[in-house]
């Protein structure tokens, strides 16, 4: 699908509380067209035109572009009802969320590039450096590389990639960048068949020698929280947040309106539906009671987590200091386990469904899977995020480079 080059009308931004409304209000037609987002593989082109008009995506992007500016704790309502909504198209959406976030970092001619002319342009991006190479020439870079996983590649503006500088000291540990490239200075490669979030279009990217403007590239430091490029334009706090660490709460709000709309579906199914065997209503069963209150507690156990999360980030940055490692890598433990709470919750669920939570056509199955599918997300893994935390609080150095 091409990339939405005419400039869309968007509504003005005016509170993140309108933001929030906006995007429940689009939760019931994002839900009728899910199935044919999975279908078609891709977010619907009607849908990323929606996602314009209400402008969600840009409750993180700097007011200077007409942006929000929102509070972070914001992003678990906004995504947890796009989510609830559709799995994959929420899914895209919240790859907007945090990289357009993650511009605000860059020098204010990149973000006049990706912003100018298109404030609501919608971005993608891929943080996997040892995939691409970056060599660096007069005014700017040449870059190289394959990467997988590309979330909403296919009805991006922008996309930013990660990559490997060459010509490092002989030993030492590679240095990171990333770039923002426009779309049509890629090739997508049509990889993604998957078991769930199939319409997310997270296909690879392949970059071959392409030319970045200097303004265009900001190594891997920039997005750690603190002064950036972009702070000296951007003043609002939280632009002194680490995107990358705050990636996980992202993606478990994600997760909670997956798992949320699993939930829902199964109560507005089980209070029609009565077993074929005995005939008796299942909303009678005493287990049925028992699983969906572990399920709800889960649930709101999990949005408890998050929001938690987003007020501690958001209270440092208020703060004016850099966040410890303590602190980065529990935003990544916390966002990590409330996925495993809406993990535990959709299980719940699915075993009380029976033979008719398993069809696909079925809201409880699809997303069930691209719950399933979301957790798979590096920064939703918990072995991996909890052993991170577990270090830090020890003292000892955490090997992941992004935080």
């Keep these: 699908m091409a990339t939405l080059a005419k400039q869309t009308r968007y509504q003005p931004i005016r509170t993140p509380d309108e933001l929030i409304a906006r995007a429940r209000a689009l939760v019931p037609v994002l839900r009728g067209r899910a199935e044919a987002c999975e279908e078609i593989r891709s977010v619907p082109a009607e849908t990323m035109r929606d996602f314009a008009m209400a402008g969600c995506h840009r409750i993180l992007q700097p007011t200077r572009y007409g942006g929000a500016e929102a509070p972070l704790a914001t992003i678990v309502d906004i995504q947890s009802a796009m989510t609830s909504g559709c799995g994959s198209s929420g899914w895209v959406h919240g790859q907007n969320v945090i990289h357009n976030f993650m511009v605000a970092a860059w020098p204010e001619a990149a973000q006049?590039?990706?912003?100018?002319?298109?404030?609501?342009?919608?971005?993608?991006?891929?943080?996997?450096?040892?995939?691409?190479?970056?060599?660096?020439?007069?005014?700017?870079?040449?870059?190289?590389?394959?990467?997988?996983?590309?979330?909403?590649?296919?009805?991006?503006?922008?996309?930013?990639?990660?990559?490997?500088?060459?010509?490092?000291?002989?030993?030492?540990?590679?240095?990171?960048?990333?770039?923002?490239?426009?779309?049509?200075?890629?090739?997508?490669?049509?990889?993604?068949?998957?078991?769930?979030?199939?319409?997310?279009?997270?296909?690879?990217?392949?970059?071959?020698?392409?030319?970045?403007?200097?303004?265009?590239?900001?190594?891997?430091?920039?997005?750690?929280?603190?002064?950036?490029?972009?702070?000296?334009?951007?003043?609002?706090?939280?632009?002194?947040?680490?995107?990358?660490?705050?990636?996980?709460?992202?993606?478990?709000?994600?997760?909670?309106?997956?798992?949320?709309?699993?939930?829902?579906?199964?109560?507005?199914?089980?209070?029609?539906?009565?077993?074929?065997?005995?005939?008796?209503?299942?909303?009678?069963?005493?287990?049925?009671?028992?699983?969906?209150?572990?399920?709800?507690?889960?649930?709101?156990?999990?949005?408890?987590?998050?929001?938690?999360?987003?007020?501690?980030?958001?209270?440092?940055?208020e703060a004016g200091r850099v966040p410890t490692m303590v602190e980065r890598t529990r935003w990544r433990r916390d966002g990590a386990f409330a996925g495993r709470l809406c993990m535990r919750a959709a299980e719940r669920v699915l075993e009380l469904a029976g033979g008719s939570g398993i069809y696909d056509t079925n809201p409880i199955s699809r997303g069930y899977r691209d719950l399933r599918s979301a957790n798979t997300h590096i920064s939703q893994n918990w072995d991996i995020n909890a052993s991170n935390w577990g270090r830090a609080a020890l003292g000892l150095a955490v090997p992941d480079n992004s935080l």
């Design 112 to 317: 006049d590039d990706v912003w100018g002319a298109k404030p609501e342009a919608f971005l993608s991006g891929i943080l996997i450096a040892g995939l691409g190479r970056a060599r660096k020439v007069q005014g700017g870079w040449r870059l190289s590389g394959r990467w997988p996983f590309v979330s909403g590649v296919s009805v991006c503006d922008w996309c930013l990639f990660s990559a490997y500088a060459e010509g490092g000291a002989p030993g030492a540990e590679p240095e990171t960048w990333q770039f923002i490239l426009p779309q049509g200075s890629f090739e997508i490669i049509d990889t993604w068949r998957a078991i769930g979030l199939r319409g997310t279009c997270s296909h690879d990217a392949k970059v071959d020698d392409v030319f970045v403007p200097d303004h265009r590239a900001l190594p891997l430091e920039g997005s750690r929280g603190g002064e950036s490029p972009g702070t000296k334009v951007n003043r609002a706090a939280i632009y002194r947040a680490p995107s990358y660490a705050l990636f996980s709460i992202v993606q478990g709000s994600s997760s909670l309106g997956m798992a949320q709309s699993v939930f829902d579906a199964y109560l507005a199914q089980a209070q029609k539906r009565a077993s074929l065997v005995s005939g008796k209503s299942v909303a009678d069963y005493g287990n049925t009671h028992l699983k969906l209150g572990e399920a709800a507690a889960s649930l709101d156990g999990a949005r408890t987590i998050l929001v938690n999360a987003a007020n501690l980030a958001q209270a440092i940055a």
